[in-house]
């Protein structure tokens, strides 16, 4: 099977843009989960989807966004970019299960200056 | 709230040795994953174990979810073994796995 796969790799901002990332979940999955890494923070939960419907959401302003197709695969969104969400976007999926193992892609780089 | 504590925070160890990964969590788990990150970012699973022990080669995961606590141990490392170890847990229904802020392992030759 093929792995998660995420669009772009990297990406440079500036200030006041919005930014649009993919990620495309293994074949029969139907979760896809949002993470979003920087050296303060650590690795923080943005939100879920499962079955193109939002399952679970983290702590982050409402500037960040989601969704997810048919085809299982999600899109998140950050509207008027600002310094600090430079960071390392990382997008995880699986079953949907309570008991299953979530599997990562590569991430999205993205720089705002 | 949810709290979960990797130690130790860093580690330096030279090729060929021995070490004990440690994840303390804060209340009942039905999922616990442990995933290495490489120095490109990819996160990698090792093991899914909510309770007991599993082996992969030269790595293996003990959880004891009754004292809530699990151990990585990596046994005779190599440099390619260098990167960040995550614990993740997940503790109730579909509630999303929340991360410890790591182990950076540096392996030296």
């Known amino acids: 099977k093929a792995g998660v796969t995420q669009t772009p790799r990297y990406l440079i901002k500036t200030r006041g843009q919005q930014v649009t990332l993919s990620c495309s979940p293994i074949?029969?999955?139907?979760?896809v989960s949002w993470y979003q890494q920087t050296p303060g923070q650590g690795l923080q939960f943005l939100f879920e989807?499962?079955?193109?419907?939002?399952?679970n959401k983290g702590n982050f302003p409402g500037r960040f966004s989601g969704r997810q197709f048919s085809n299982s695969r999600s899109e998140m969104n950050v509207s008027t970019l600002e310094l600090g969400d430079s960071a390392l976007y990382l997008c995880?999926?699986?079953?949907?299960?309570?008991?299953?193992?979530?599997?990562f892609g590569p991430g999205t780089r993205l720089t705002v200056l | 709230g949810i709290q979960v504590e990797q130690s130790p925070p860093d580690l330096i160890l030279q090729e060929g040795a021995n070490s004990t990964l440690r994840c303390n969590f804060s209340d009942s788990v039905n999922n616990l994953q442990w995933f290495h990150q490489n120095p490109w970012g990819q996160l990698i699973n090792l093991f899914y174990?909510?309770?007991g022990t599993k082996q992969n080669g030269r790595l293996s995961a003990t959880t004891v979810a009754t004292e809530r606590y699990s151990l990585l141990y990596i046994s005779s490392s190599q440099t390619t073994d260098s990167g960040v170890y995550f614990c993740?847990?997940?503790?109730?229904?579909?509630?999303?796995?929340?991360f410890g802020k790591g182990t950076r392992l540096s392996v030296i030759a």
């Open positions: 074949s029969g999955h139907r979760s």
């Open positions: 989807y499962f079955s193109e419907t939002q399952r």
């Open positions: 174990i909510p309770s």
């Open positions: 995880a999926s699986s079953s949907g299960t309570p008991l299953d193992t979530q599997y």
């Open positions: 993740a847990v997940g503790f109730s229904g579909n509630t999303p796995l929340v």
